[in-house]
């Protein structure tokens, strides 16, 4: 018999594979230190602002690992960790994908603001700033590395198993889209992240929390197509916050760009179906807990 274990909470039982119970968990754990930089007038930019950034950053790697440690057995947990650091998950045709997909949406969607009059896009900070200092790659490292890794251990590496065993693949995306994208929410009240230069409600606002939801699809495109690799996506999330990092584009090519993202989510789905995004090929699942 497969058992799964329950957890009782008020007065109903709730299955600990639960991707719900995984939300709500990754939630806690990362809006504990962020909604505490709040409460304590904290910068992200001071040290003690960032201590408490990246403290929160480690809420879905350390759901993700927790999770899938209560509920998968041995060969589950193997196959987690390998999935991380197998290389050869992805053929060369999904590296192109990793490296020059978001490049290219960026490009394209500056092309056609030059196109309308526009400037299109200009250096990053993270460029600009090189002649004079290499420590402004910096930031640019960080963002491409820590959060990708971080982030993916759970949002990709668990959840989206969890909820394809369900749903559709876009399904399954769009809920953790969702998901994603209200994750970030505390960032836009701390004075000293990227998210609270935006602003609360503005266009801006709109664009970043809206254009997550199209990116998901993607991501889930990607997984599905590299044997569940964890570390595709773990590159691929890399990749786009790098490239945002080192060319910045105007606030029209920004829209542009997500309108890019949200056809490509629209392209995938017709081409390579919305069950799984792998055609009439099912998806891998990952090893259920073993028989008692």
Known sequence: MNETPRLRIWKST??????????????????????GAIALGLRFDSAAGFVLLVAGLFGPGIAGIGFTYLVYDERGRRDFWTRIRDVRRIGLP??????LLA????????????????????????????????????PAVFFATLPPLLEE??????????????????SASLILGIVWSTWHLPLF?????????????????????????????????????????????????????????LIAVTQRADAFTILLWIALAVVLTVIWGPTSFR??????????????
């Open 14 to 35: 709730v299955s600990v594979a639960s991707p719900l119970l995984f939300f709500g968990v990754t939630f806690a754990i990362t809006w504990s230190f962020w909604l």
């Open 94 to 99: 999904w590296v192109l994908v990793i490296v």
């Open 103 to 138: 490049p290219a949406l960026n490009g394209t969607a500056a092309a056609i603001d030059i196109l309308l009059g526009g400037t299109g896009a200009t250096w990053g900070d993270a460029v600009l700033g090189f002649a004079s200092s290499s420590l402004s790659l910096l």
């Open 153 to 170: 251990l759970g949002w990709r590496g668990y959840a989206l198993d969890r909820l394809q065993l369900t749903w559709s693949a876009l």
């Open 189 to 245: 009240f701390v004075e000293g992240s990227y998210q609270h230069g935006l602003g609360v409600g503005t266009l801006e606002f709109w664009l970043f929390t809206i254009g997550i939801i199209p990116l998901s699809v993607a991501f889930t495109w990607l997984y599905n197509n590299t044997s569940r690799s964890i570390l595709a996506v773990i590159l691929f999330h890399g990749m786009i916050n790098f490239a945002s990092e």
């Open 279 to 292: 055609g009439a090929t099912a998806i891998p699942r990952p090893p259920p807990r073993a028989s008692r």
